[in-house]
């Protein structure tokens, strides 16, 4: 027996058919009963299957699609891992290893998002449905990747639209606080415990390595500098003179041990 399916308004289905994960709860005609963060089918007005999704009535995203087709929710969870993984191992050069592994919705697993530092992966969940698979999730990490150390640090704003409340904490394996980290050749330390983000600005590499290749014989003023990556590539491109502008005491310490881990004066 089938379970019982959302169905959409009129017209609405274009978006999901055009492949796009969000559900707006005005798209909604009719829903079933279901529990917060449970997965259910998705279909058109006139009763075609469009896919399933995971839903939450406390959300204006209602519905967050996982599937497109009529593979299994669950399992097309597992082989939207094993994509995005294998991406990034095409993708990213040797001489670097810390990256994006999962990027939400650009990788087909709404409110999820995990960064690799090393052997540590941190999560970020941001929404009930993807909190409730958290569990598979981290399962199919550890048989992936066999991280030392798996971290949640899920404080996002979407969170309390989800009726989520924010948490940190070490969801599996050693309590890590302090990693070391290369991008293209350069060397950071990423604290894991307190740190903005899940540790590293790791959407600003391509940035970076734009500044290193600018950066020659310039003078540079790197403003909220946090822990140093742009002035350890704008010195590692051959940069005369690097001043580095923080607010924070401690992001200002690790760019200094930063900038001296790359063989630069630690008082930039």
Request: proline share 5%; glycine share 10%; charged share 25%.
């Amino acid at each position: 027996m089938n379970p019982p399916a959302v169905i959409l308004k009129k017209g609405r289905d274009k978006p999901i058919r055009q492949h796009h994960h969000w559900i707006f709860s005005g798209a909604v005609e009719s829903l079933p009963e279901f529990e917060d963060g449970g997965i259910l089918p998705v279909v058109s007005r006139d009763g075609e299957f469009l896919g399933s999704a995971y839903f939450n009535r406390k959300s204006s995203i209602i519905g967050r699609m996982l599937s497109f087709d009529a593979t299994p929710p669950l399992e097309a969870v597992g082989q939207r891992l094993d994509a995005a993984l294998a991406l990034r191992k095409r993708l990213v050069e040797p001489a670097t290893s810390a990256e994006r592994l999962i990027n939400g919705e650009g990788d087909g697993l709404p409110g999820l998002v995990v960064d690799r530092y090393e052997d540590v992966l941190v999560l970020q969940v941001a929404t009930l449905g993807m909190d409730k698979l958290k569990s598979m999730v981290l399962g199919h990490l550890a048989k992936a990747l066999s991280p030392r150390s798996i971290y949640e640090k899920s404080d996002l704003p979407t969170r309390r639209e989800e009726g989520l409340a924010d948490f940190e904490g070490l969801l599996t394996g050693e309590q890590i606080d302090l990693v070391e980290i290369k991008e293209a050749g350069l060397r950071f330390l990423v604290e894991i415990r307190g740190a903005q983000k899940t540790g590293f600005y790791l959407d600003l590499r391509e940035s970076r390595s734009l500044v290193r290749a600018l950066a020659e014989g310039r003078r540079v003023l790197n403003c909220f500098c946090y822990t140093g990556g742009f002035s350890v590539a704008a010195l590692a491109g051959g940069a005369a003179s690097v001043d580095s502008v923080d607010s924070s005491g401690p992001a200002v310490s690790l760019a200094k041990r930063n900038l001296s881990l790359n063989g630069f004066p630690g008082n930039g």
